[in-house]
């Protein structure tokens, strides 16, 4: 599996972006998938996590309401909408798929990892 992200950038407070990842090998469509993120200096977090067919999605508290995850598998992609962005969403986001068909919150359950895009959000 080779996922790449993409979508990144540099945002003021309250702005949007999308990321996206890409399944070059198509071979996660029938995985779970998840967006995590990373601040200096901190741990590896879940920000969401998605099904195989997108039916069933989780979210972290501190996003809930202004991310949206979703997944189109004719494309092999996975999409991070997210809205009213904060300082603190500031970090690189990673996306990932998980070692079953479920979504899951922790690192462990995920067996393949993109390379991150850095997402800033300036005050």
């Known amino acids: 599996v080779q996922l790449q992200a993409s979508g990144g950038g540099l945002v003021q407070a309250g702005g949007s972006l999308r990321l996206s990842c890409s399944d070059a090998r198509r071979t996660s469509s029938n995985n779970g998938m998840g967006w995590f993120r990373q601040a200096p200096g901190k741990e590896r977090e879940i920000v969401a996590s998605i099904d195989w067919r997108g039916g069933s999605t989780i979210y972290a508290d501190s996003v809930k309401g202004r991310f949206t995850i979703s997944r189109d598998r004719s494309k092999n992609t996975m999409y991070l909408q997210m809205d009213s962005l904060k300082p603190e969403d500031t970090g690189v986001y990673y996306c990932?798929?998980?070692?079953?068909?479920?979504?899951?919150?922790?690192?462990?359950?995920?067996?393949?990892w993109g390379q991150g895009t850095q997402v800033t959000v300036s005050s």
């Open positions: 990932a798929a998980t070692r079953s068909s479920s979504t899951s919150t922790r690192v462990e359950s995920y067996r393949y």
